[in-house]
């Protein structure tokens, strides 16, 4: 299964890199996928942000993606770019988070999950 991951470059096999600049990871998991959260849950953020990326034709280059459980539950609605954990995100505040990435709007870097915050959470991921 590996070799059919793997290119021939040079003659040496290497890892095929993936072929878009960016991913967006939305969680579409039981807690942010919550159907209490109406409009606002995981799946809808996917859509609308999916629908937006392909209509500023960025398809090509650019993949908006469903994740499950990223285990952030306490903080979702949740979407991590780049490495980075943007969270409690509506429709709305996806759409800026996508802006300020891609240059068509003000970072906002406020939206992201704070360490105090992910470590106050019930992550198995926070180190005690
Ligand atoms: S359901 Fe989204 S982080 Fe757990």
Same mark, same amino acid.
């Given at each position: 299964?590996?070799?059919? =991951?793997?290119?021939?470059?040079?003659?040496?096999?290497?890892? @095929?890199? /993936?072929?878009?600049?960016?991913?967006? =990871? !939305?969680?579409?998991?039981?807690?942010?996928?919550? %159907?209490?959260?109406?409009? *606002?849950?995981? *799946?809808?953020? +996917? #859509? *609308? &942000?999916?629908? +937006?990326?392909?209509?500023?034709?960025?398809?090509? =280059?650019?993949? !908006?993606?469903?994740?499950?459980? &990223?285990?952030?539950?306490? +903080?979702? %609605?949740?979407?991590?770019?780049?490495?980075?954990? /943007?969270? +409690? =995100?509506? $429709?709305?505040? #996806?759409?800026?988070? /996508?802006?300020?990435? @891609?240059?068509?709007? %003000? %970072?906002?870097?406020? &939206?992201? &999950?704070?360490?105090? *915050?992910? $470590?106050?959470?019930?992550?198995?991921? !926070?180190?005690?």
């Amino acid at each position: 299964m590996f070799a059919a =991951l793997t290119g021939r470059i040079g003659g040496l096999e290497s890892p @095929m890199n /993936y072929p878009f600049e960016k991913q967006f =990871l !939305v969680c579409v998991g039981g807690r942010c996928g919550n %159907p209490d959260r109406g409009i *606002e849950r995981g *799946e809808f953020i +996917h #859509a *609308e &942000l999916k629908g +937006h990326n392909k209509k500023m034709g960025r398809k090509p =280059l650019v993949r !908006v993606c469903t994740v499950s459980c &990223l285990d952030l539950c306490d +903080h979702g %609605p949740n979407m991590i770019v780049d490495g980075v954990v /943007y969270s +409690h =995100l509506t $429709r709305e505040l #996806a759409r800026e988070v /996508y802006a300020g990435i @891609m240059g068509d709007g %003000p %970072p906002r870097d406020d &939206l992201q &999950l704070s360490e105090d *915050e992910f $470590r106050g959470g019930g992550s198995a991921a !926070v180190k005690k």
